[in-house]
């Protein structure tokens, strides 16, 4: 995407880590901003409207009966008002783009954009699957399963965000970077036929090859595709400041690479950074390197 499709862009914060098992990716909204990303997004031609950040209730910490999901009320809650907050931006005729925060909030941010992109793609770059539900999940943190409640899976109190008939075809799903799956992820995502492309790929064919096939998937058919980054789909020898780090994942040069094959189709209709954690960074670098990543996504170009 480009300012000459879309110059308008909202950025949306969500100060939230209720949905992972490390604290800290609350702070990640406020180390992206420290880090410049509104500068930057400005000066590639944006006109930003920062809408400063949903909040979560830290006091809400809370187990629910009957299910092994943590803080699963406040989760749906912080969910909803960002559902609300994309459908509302996105009803203005900007761009949303959303900063976290733990990945469960990839749940609201779907949501309020299939209120508007009935058919919507989605490019996911993360070390993980995101496809776990209560039965699976190893750990019961929603971080890792906000791509399954995008498909309609996954507690009720959750696939209900945005409503239960708004709901993404794993066709139009493409993952990207994936190195480290359960048991029951690998077992749904066969199921449904979702095309991985793991590090093997990307090895093997490069991320020209393995961008320009995600992004055939995620526009077939579809009104446009979703960006959901992860920044742990990144090896560790590039970004340390993110909880759930997985060796051998993707250069610095790839990921910036494939972010600006997206960027070239001018299809892209939103986008979320997620799972930046300031307080086991070194000197804000992951939040800095995220927002060069986020330059290459927005159409940045050198010349």
């Known amino acids: ?14 100060s939230m880590d209720l949905g992972a098992g490390t604290p800290g990716v609350s702070l990640g909204p406020a180390a992206l901003r420290y880090a410049g990303v509104v500068k930057r997004l400005e000066k590639i031609g944006y006109q930003v409207e920062d809408k400063g950040d949903i909040v979560a209730d830290r006091k809400a910490v809370s187990t629910t009966p009957d299910t092994n999901l943590k803080n699963l009320d406040e989760v749906v809650r912080v969910n909803t008002e960002l559902c609300r907050s994309v459908d509302q931006e996105m009803a203005a005729g900007r761009f949303p783009l959303v900063i976290g925060g733990d990945h469960s909030i990839a749940i609201g941010t779907i949501a309020g954009v299939l209120q508007h992109k ?36 996954g507690h009720e109190k959750l696939t209900a965000i945005g ?19 359960d048991a029951g992820e690998r077992e749904v995502l066969k199921k449904l036929g979702i095309t991985v492309f793991t590090m093997h790929e990307i090895d093997k064919w490069g991320m020209t090859i393995v961008m320009e096939k995600a992004i055939e998937i995620a526009t077939d058919g579809t009104d446009g595709f979703h960006v959901s980054f992860d ?32 960027a070239q189709t001018g ?9 930046v954690n300031p307080l086991i960074d070194n000197k804000n670098q992951t939040a800095q390197a995220a927002v060069t990543l986020m330059g290459s996504l927005l159409g940045e170009w050198l010349i």
């Open 267 to 275: 299809k892209m209709v939103s986008a979320e950074f997620v799972e």
């Open 231 to 262: 920044v742990d789909s990144l090896d560790p020898a590039y970004i340390q400041g993110t909880g759930t780090r997985v060796p051998g994942g993707l250069t610095f040069r790839e990921s910036n690479l494939g972010l600006e094959l997206i």
């Open 118 to 153: 009935k058919n919507l793609g989605i490019i996911w770059i993360d070390a993980h699957g995101d496809m776990n539900t209560p039965e699976t999940s190893p750990s019961g943190n929603i971080h890792g399963m906000p791509l399954a409640v995008s498909l309609g899976m």
């Open 1 to 14: 995407m480009k300012p000459s499709i879309r110059e308008k862009l909202s950025l949306i914060g969500v």
């Open 163 to 181: 409503g239960k008939e708004s709901k993404v075809d794993p066709r139009n799903v493409a993952l990207i970077g994936c190195r480290d799956l």
